[in-house]
């Protein structure tokens, strides 16, 4: 009876491990909000190594496709892509579970934006879909930030 109990409670185990392994993956999550200060986020959530990946921004006005954003000239190569045209580019690197990649775009600051107007900055977080997610996948990696110029 005993050893029936050993051999269950090992199987038992076994299987519980398996299943841990089995769903542990990366979640990436980015934080709009911080682009009013020209910051770039994005965090692990999940519970895997995070592969490296791309954050996009894309700038529209309400009720309008995508405005190009102007990237001052020195700053175009390291923030610009053929694969997200008309999107500000960052490369994150890989992120351990729970990690978080800020960086700080070194034009924000710098830029200037039309009086009276309301934008809409949608940040992507793994743009390119490149890192495997677990059960969210994809539909949690798009946050907005609003701007209203006065």
Known sequence: MFRQWIVGLTTF?????????????????????LLARGV??????????????IITIA???PG????????PPRYRTA?????????IVVNVPRLAPGAVFMHTLPFWATMTWPPN???HFDVSA????????GDAGEINNTDTYVKVVP
């Open 13 to 33: 185990c076994l299987l519980a491990c398996a299943a841990a392994t089995a769903s542990a993956a990366p979640d990436l999550l980015t934080t709009a909000s």
């Open 40 to 53: 770039v986020s994005v965090r692990n959530t999940g519970d895997a190594l995070a592969e490296p990946s």
């Open 59 to 61: 700038c529209h006005r």
């Open 64 to 71: 309008r496709d995508i405005d190009r954003i102007e990237i």
């Open 79 to 87: 923030y610009t892509s053929t694969a997200f045209p008309s999107r």
């Open 117 to 119: 107007t309301t934008f």
């Open 126 to 133: 793994d743009a390119g879909a490149i890192v495997a997610e």
